[in-house]
């Protein structure tokens, strides 16, 4: 099979109860280190409103967070409801990482 049509998917809850899916975020880096894309489809995941004891509407900032994790520990393909918020969180991430310039700067400038 041809590495570019190979993408790594945790399936966070998929089979995985909170406890897996939790640990699973945590050592992502672990999956990204071979070198295969990996994907984060977090939106609205049983883990997120297990671990904050929410329903499924009320779980943005609780997938927002998980997504910024996944992105720090290297996830690169994600799949999410909330398009807008996800690409600022990802952007934001990029950014302190260093990989990404600020979009504008205006303070200290002049």
Do not use: N
Not at 61 to 87: F, K, N, P, Q
């Amino acid at each position: 099979m041809d590495r570019e049509r190979v993408i790594v998917d945790p399936a966070h809850d998929f089979g995985k109860d909170t406890r897996h899916s939790l640990e699973v975020t945590r050592r992502l880096d672990e999956l990204v280190a071979p070198g295969w894309p990996v994907l984060a489809a977090l939106s609205r995941k049983d883990f997120v409103g297990e671990t904050l004891d929410l329903p499924v509407a009320e779980r943005l900032s609780g997938t927002l967070a998980a997504t910024a994790i996944c992105a720090w520990h290297g996830a690169m393909v994600y799949r999410a409801h909330d398009v807008a918020e996800t690409r600022q969180v990802l952007d934001l991430v990029s950014s302190v990482q260093g990989h990404r310039p600020a979009r504008r700067l205006v303070r200290g400038q002049g």
